[in-house]
């Protein structure tokens, strides 16, 4: 996985044989723009809550509420991106150079020994590099979907591994369609979205009419005619929703 992060493989109809054949392929299937994912350790930084604000207040977006409220989003997500990739995105550049400067601090106190606002200036940079750990401690567990980090010692390379593996394990290479691999973006997308759809669409046609002496003397005309009613919108959220 680490010399071909992108590779997969499948195994083959056996056939006569006792193994099954397994095909690994390696290229690179742009499925388009990634899905954005909140990053728990945001919240952790002095600047996030400005970030967001000054981006939702931002001018420019004009049109029905729906319509508004869509773009904002938008526009915070590639905000949220840009900033996340100069804050989060160097961290382990920043614990290296709080480390540096942390150990230049030492030595002159060791020899010369800290003024009042030196000593101030080493403590700052030792809560911030504290600080720059436990981002990349929730960074890594929350990528891994793991509690080892919550019960147990911090391994950087167990993490790594764990991110690696669920990538691998959820990537969504292809499709058998037909007795046909189809590995086509817009083919997989396209046959994904009619499988849906026709789980949750309803046909249309003649609902069960129970008789009038059937029901009539356990059941309401309201709750008999309710039987017989198209399911709406907000029954099959709810119905759905509170699946495990």
Do not use: G
């Given at each position: 996985m680490e010399i071909w992060p992108h590779s997969f493989a499948r195994g083959l109809p056996r056939t006569v044989s006792d193994h099954c054949p397994i095909l690994m392929e390696t290229k690179f299937v742009d499925w388009g723009p990634k899905?954005?994912?909140f990053i728990n350790a945001w919240t952790s930084h002095p600047d996030f809550a400005r970030i967001v604000s000054e981006s939702w207040n931002k001018e420019g977006i004009s049109g029905w509420s729906s319509y508004v409220y869509k773009e904002k989003l938008k526009r915070l997500k590639t905000d949220l991106k840009c900033w996340n990739r100069n804050c989060f995105g160097l961290i382990?550049?920043?614990?290296?150079k709080l480390r540096t400067e942390i150990e230049e601090w030492d030595v002159v106190d060791d020899t010369l020994g800290l003024e009042e606002s030196e000593s101030i200036k080493r403590n700052a940079?030792?809560?911030?590099?504290?600080?720059q750990f436990k981002n990349r401690d929730s960074l890594l567990s929350q990528k891994a979907r793991d509690r080892w980090l919550a019960d147990g010692d911090v391994n950087s390379s167990y993490f790594h591994r764990m991110i690696k593996g669920r990538r691998a394990k959820n990537s969504l290479s292809g499709l058998l369609l037909n007795d046909r691999w189809v590995d086509e973006?817009?083919?997989v997308k396209k046959a994904v979205r009619e499988h849906f759809e026709g789980q949750f669409k309803q046909r249309r046609g003649f609902r069960l009419s129970l008789p009038e002496d059937f029901v009539q003397k356990k059941l309401s005309r309201e709750s008999r005619e309710s039987l017989e009613h198209l399911f709406t919108e907000e029954e099959v959220k709810a119905a759905i929703w509170n699946c495990e």
């Open positions: 899905p954005f994912r382990e550049e920043n614990i290296a940079a030792a809560a911030n590099l504290l600080l973006p817009s083919q």
